[in-house]
């Protein structure tokens, strides 16, 4: 008897430890979408200490987009919810940041996002967001490529150049880094967004008796 009553006590701590780490990935991907409220706090005035600021807490809400994915894979931990929570994090995310630039003027008077670019980043989203959610409907998962990733990490080095680009020396060129890097991502997620509407309508086809073809 006292056998088992130690054995039922060391699994109890076990027992927690697991529960924890189920929900760990989760837990840095909500934090995530609270940090956006902050970013937009320091980010409403942007003045140069108040953008170094806004870059700092954007800049780490981006990280914990690395952070809940690894620690998911590495206890394996992935869940429905997470697949559910994660892109919606990092579309408020960035969606948020980008809306913001659009906002704030240049000196020049010009904005810092053109308007058109942020509708088309938008739309994307909310296109994708659309495709998953029948995809999802219909049994069918797709599988974020490489390309996404890549779009997800220029957009981010995009944003915090566009942030910062009034708080650092003009001579830096943060705006036309920024831009160009914008541009850079803008053609990915166009690409990213072919390859999840190609994967969907794969695995569409042998459902619909039209056998296995690709594009």
Avoid: C
């Avoid at 697991?18 to 991907?29: F, G, R």
């Avoid at 108040?50 to 206890?75: E, H, K, M, N, Q």
């Avoid at 794969?202 to 056998?211: A, I, N, Y």
Wanted: proline share 5%; aromatic share 8%; charged share 20%.
């Amino acid at each position: 008897m006292i056998t088992l009553s130690t054995q039922r006590h060391e699994r109890a701590p076990a027992r927690e430890r697991t529960s924890l780490l189920a929900h760990l990935p989760n837990a840095i991907t909500v934090s995530r979408i609270l940090l956006i409220p902050v970013f937009v706090l320091f980010f409403l005035d942007p003045t140069p200490y108040r953008s170094i600021a806004a870059a700092a807490v954007f800049g780490l809400a981006a990280l914990t987009d690395a952070v809940d994915g690894y620690v998911a894979r590495r206890w394996g931990q992935v869940t429905r919810l997470g697949k559910l929570l994660d892109p919606i994090a990092d579309k408020l995310l960035v969606l948020t940041a980008l809306f913001l630039l659009v906002d704030f003027d240049r000196m020049d008077g010009s904005p810092r996002v053109e308007a058109w670019v942020a509708i088309v980043l938008a739309g994307r989203e909310l296109a994708v967001t659309g495709l998953r959610a029948v995809a999802a409907r219909e049994g069918i998962d797709l599988t974020p490529e490489t390309t996404g990733k890549v779009k997800m990490a220029t957009q981010v080095v995009a944003i915090l150049f566009l942030i910062l680009e009034e708080a650092v020396p003009a001579s830096l060129n943060f705006h036309e880094w920024g831009t160009l890097i914008l541009f850079v991502s803008l053609a990915l997620s166009l690409i990213s967004a072919a390859q999840y509407i190609r994967q969907f309508v794969l695995q569409m086809l042998p459902r619909g008796g039209s056998g296995t073809g690709g594009f």
